[in-house]
């Protein structure tokens, strides 16, 4: 008689939302919470991943507590240092489980063990190329001081070329008028929602730049883009015809902005960062952390 396969969790936390996945006795039970990035809202991330566990055990028929026993891999956005993924795991259910960015994840999902880079454009951004199993890094350092291209960033970028328009810098386009409608014509709303606005609330814009190809000031702010993804990719050294596998909801829409050389690479991921999770989860060691 067969065992049963081990019993898997894997967590996959952006900006915007954050999914959870079981693998046990054979089937595979999901669901969905709200956003979890450590960095900008550690109380509401930690909130999250008590929820979205509780959730996950209930659609599988389980208790809270018996996730203790699975050994879990979560990939979460703004995880620093090694110091805080290490707390917020002593505030969880889980005895076997490995905290880090969500980064790898991603990498491990769309690659699998082989080689090819990775345009990680979401919320925020990050790229990765992966040469005989090492991963090296760019980006994912948050909207302050960088998620170049991601849709945060273009979001907050529409919102500031709007105001130039406003103030006669720049032409006035379609777009700019639609911002300025949304915000009842008063630049100073604008500020106000900056001022306040986290990474998923500036990211709310980026399906109008994306849904908006023949606007100016949308065809602008992807082509910067598309300038600062060539530049990451020759950082890494990617070359065609490697492999290039484009993840997140915003990193598709560069595709026409972009050089045909790089354009061409483009191939599907053969999985998600659920996916990459749940491999990661199944590779640890079966001893619970201390």
Not at 195 to 223: C, G, K, M, N, V
Request: aromatic letters at 6%; glycine letters at 10%.
């Amino acid at each position: 008689m067969s065992s049963l396969p081990p019993s898997l969790i894997g967590v996959d936390g952006g900006g915007t939302r954050c999914r959870f996945a079981l693998l046990h006795h054979g089937q595979r039970f999901e669901v969905q919470g709200g956003p979890a990035n450590l960095h900008s809202d550690r109380t509401a991330a930690i909130a999250t991943l008590h929820q979205g566990l509780a959730a996950l055990a209930q659609s599988a028929g389980l208790a809270l507590p018996d996730l203790a026993a699975f050994s879990a891999y979560l990939g979460l956005a703004g995880v620093l240092r090694p110091e805080t993924a290490a707390e917020v795991l002593r505030q969880l259910p889980l005895q076997n489980a490995q905290l880090e960015d969500d980064r790898k994840i991603a990498v491990t999902g769309a690659l699998g063990t082989q080689d090819g880079t990775v345009l990680g454009i979401g919320t925020g951004s990050f790229f990765a190329r992966q040469t005989a199993g090492n991963i090296t890094l760019i980006g994912g350092h948050g909207l302050v001081l960088g998620d170049e291209a991601s849709g945060a960033y273009i979001g907050r970028r529409l919102l500031q070329l709007t105001l130039h328009s406003r103030d006669q810098l720049r032409p006035e386009t379609d777009l700019t008028r639609r911002v300025m409608a949304h915000f009842n014509q008063s630049p100073a709303a604008i500020i106000d929602f900056a001022a306040q606005a986290r990474p998923r609330d500036f990211a709310q814009f980026a399906p109008w730049l994306t849904d908006s190809a023949e606007d100016a000031t949308a065809r602008d702010i992807l082509r910067e883009g598309a300038a600062f993804i060539s530049r990451a990719l020759d950082a890494l050294g990617w070359q065609p015809p490697e492999r290039l596998c484009p993840v997140g909801g915003v990193a598709a829409a560069y595709r026409p902005y972009l050089d045909p050389r790089i354009a061409e690479a483009f191939s599907a991921p053969d999985g998600t960062a659920l996916d990459g999770a749940l491999t990661l989860a199944a590779s640890l060691p079966s001893e619970p952390r201390p």
